[in-house]
């Protein structure tokens, strides 16, 4: 079953631009590239937030939804627990080669990354609960797909850790 549900797509667009513009931009990527999540997360991650455009026409599966959902969930989690030391890391290799306005904007990048990772959660959390509308919708009286996604369950605490 694929969803192509406009509000699924307007989250997803919310969810990648925030992560884009916000989260993993041109001062933070390296220095996030190094937290601890597998490859697997990584790609997931890259289809939810660089890929949406692909999906656009050919609609999600549920299963390739709620795994993108759990990768971006996980990095929220590693990213509130390790971001800012790793951001404050990086920026002390980079601040010489910075210009004053860089470094400027790299100090309120460092300051509201904890805000902008809570927003990415909101926007997950929004997205997760629609999915879930439509998938308990789709399947009418036979198990949802959401069943074959255990680790869900932790969802709540990977965003709000």
């Keep these: 079953m694929q969803v192509k549900h406009p509000e699924v797509y307007s989250l997803i667009e919310s969810i990648s ?3 884009r513009s916000n989260v993993s931009n ?3 990527h390296a220095a996030l590239a190094v937290m601890p999540l597998d490859s697997g997360s990584w790609t997931q991650i890259e289809e939810l937030t660089e ?4 999906y656009r026409y050919q609609g999600y599966h549920f299963d390739e939804l709620y795994s993108m959902i759990l990768a971006i969930a ?3 989690s590693s990213a509130r627990k390790q971001g800012i030391p790793l951001l404050k890391s990086h920026a002390g290799l980079q601040s010489s080669k910075l210009s004053t306005q860089d470094k400027i904007l790299l100090d309120m ?4 990354f904890i805000s902008n990772l809570n927003i990415l959660a909101d926007y997950i959390n929004k997205l997760f609960i629609k999915v879930v509308e439509i998938d ?3 399947a009418g009286m036979r198990p949802t797909v959401l069943m074959k996604f255990p680790e869900l369950k932790e969802l709540g605490k990977y965003l709000l850790e």
């Design 26 to 28: 041109r001062f933070t």
């Design 51 to 54: 890929r949406a455009s692909h």
């Design 74 to 76: 996980k990095f929220v």
């Design 109 to 112: 990048v460092i300051n509201n």
């Design 136 to 138: 308990k919708a789709e």
């Design 17 to 19: 631009e925030h992560y």
